[in-house]
């Protein structure tokens, strides 16, 4: 029926959508206003399927809180969408039990508000306890307090902010252990992501169905100015990727950056430049998968390097990276150009040379390992001698995903290598570089 619905209306013009909203009955109109099963984005609504698990992983203000109180109020009140029958025990298990209370039971986007006055649950706060006209019950639980989730069952439940836990395992199996009432007990979990082992464990099984929302889906319902205050100011950087895009950012233990190095290395922009380089890193082919680094570094007058761009090319004919890196060289008014040949030889040059026959094109030819090759330049970094000129979530990632296998989440880390080379040529003395000679 929602399907059907949405899909007549956004058949419509403007003009016709308020002509037919208009001939509706007004008691109508009220219940579409109020309705969530027709508010709902996708992503806010139970998916199909035999999950018992759904997992919501939302940056902040993205209404996965409101998801989480409307699917409450479904399974209590049995409404098709959400269960066959109502479910007549559920817990809800927050944070603590003053955050619990705060958000999921009183917020404004919490239980409370999301009910019409004639149907709203009696809120019994002594009792930590909802409970509806048809004799269904939610009680608040406190994550903090795992014991008492030993004792009581329920039909289903809700978890907010599982991510925040600090007893997340031990709470966490409480909970499982008192879900064993009706014939599919199951669970709803609404969190900002971090990379913690419970939460890394839920999305890998198979029984989770995952729905991720970032804030900016939510934009109406926001505060004007803020997604251009606040996710503007932090879009593409750690605290932005985990807050307001809900992913879970992990560093690899065994890497030679990490996400806390990076973000301490980043500032909004670059001081005057002497020197820029642009490096590049070709692909080996030139096939579908097959990506192009290239990154461009500066060498300030404060005597730090800056990492200014990141525009490597994906899937991309030798004369399209070339065009690409000689744009980059021509944009930033580069000193040179930095090629790797190591997979094309003398062909790299020449490639970039038909373009533009005039680029200073440096060959490099890497004589050691991936890895041997970045460990001088994260030391760089380690120093605090390497600044990020605003945020390159891509290179980012490869760099925070590199070990000593030369690879980042199993692929071979092209913006990384393009880095290596740009800042190894300006920053790094000429006994501490690579193989290097002028074409």
């Not at 817990?91 to 955050?99: F, M, R, S």
């Not at 008014?333 to 094309?344: C, P, R, S, T, W």
């Not at 373009?355 to 390992?369: I, L």
Request: with cysteine; proline share 6%.
């Amino acid at each position: 029926m929602r399907a059907a619905l949405i899909a007549s209306l956004d058949a419509l013009t403007a003009d016709e959508r308020a002509v037919f909203l208009a001939g509706l009955p007004h008691e109508t109109v009220r219940w579409l206003a109020r309705e969530w099963l027709f508010q709902a984005r996708d992503e806010q609504l139970p998916p199909d399927g035999d999950w018992t698990v759904w997992l919501i992983l939302g940056g902040r203000g993205a209404g996965k809180t409101r998801a989480g109180a409307e699917w409450v109020k479904g399974m209590a009140l049995g409404r098709d969408g959400f269960a066959p029958a109502p479910v007549g025990r559920i817990a809800l298990v927050g944070e603590n039990l003053i955050d619990a209370r705060a958000v999921m039971v009183e917020g404004v986007s919490g239980i409370l508000a999301v009910h019409a006055a004639d149907e709203r649950p009696a809120w019994q706060p002594s009792r930590r306890r909802l409970e509806w006209k048809n004799g269904a019950i939610a009680e608040l639980y406190s994550a903090d307090d795992p014991e008492s989730l030993r004792g009581p069952q329920f039909g289903a439940a809700w978890a907010d902010e599982l991510a925040k836990w600090r007893q997340a395992e031990a709470a966490w199996d409480m909970l499982q252990f008192a879900l064993r009432l009706g014939e599919r007990p199951r669970q709803a979990v609404t969190t900002t992501p971090r990379a913690i082992p419970l939460l890394k464990r839920l999305i890998a099984a198979p029984g989770t169905a995952v729905a991720r929302m970032p804030t900016r889906d939510n934009a109406a319902n926001l505060a004007p100015g803020f997604l251009e205050a606040v996710v503007g100011r932090y879009r593409g950087t750690r605290l932005g990727r985990q807050e307001l895009d809900g992913e879970i950012l992990t560093d690899r233990e065994d890497a030679l950056w990490s996400r806390d190095a990076v973000e301490r290395a980043r500032v909004d922009a670059a001081p005057e430049l002497t020197r820029i380089v642009v490096a590049v890193d070709p692909p080996a082919s030139g096939g579908r998968a097959s990506v192009c680094g290239i990154v461009a570094a500066g060498l300030g007058t404060d005597g730090l390097g800056y990492v200014v761009a990141d525009d490597t090319v994906t899937a991309a004919a030798p004369d399209v990276w070339a065009a690409r890196a000689v744009a980059t060289w021509r944009r930033l008014e580069a000193d040179a150009l930095v090629a790797e040949i190591n997979q094309g030889g003398d062909m790299v040059a020449a490639v970039i040379r038909q373009v533009d026959a005039g680029v200073p094109v440096r060959a490099v030819r890497a004589s050691r390992g991936k890895w041997l090759r970045a460990e001088p330049v994260a030391t760089l970094y380690a120093q605090g001698r390497v600044r990020h000129a605003g945020v390159f979530p891509e290179l980012e990632d490869e760099l925070c995903a590199f070990g000593p296998d030369g690879q980042a989440n199993g692929r071979s880390p092209d913006r990384l290598d393009a880095l290596v080379w740009a800042l190894t040529d300006l920053m790094l003395a000429p006994g501490g570089r690579p193989a290097i000679r002028r074409v």
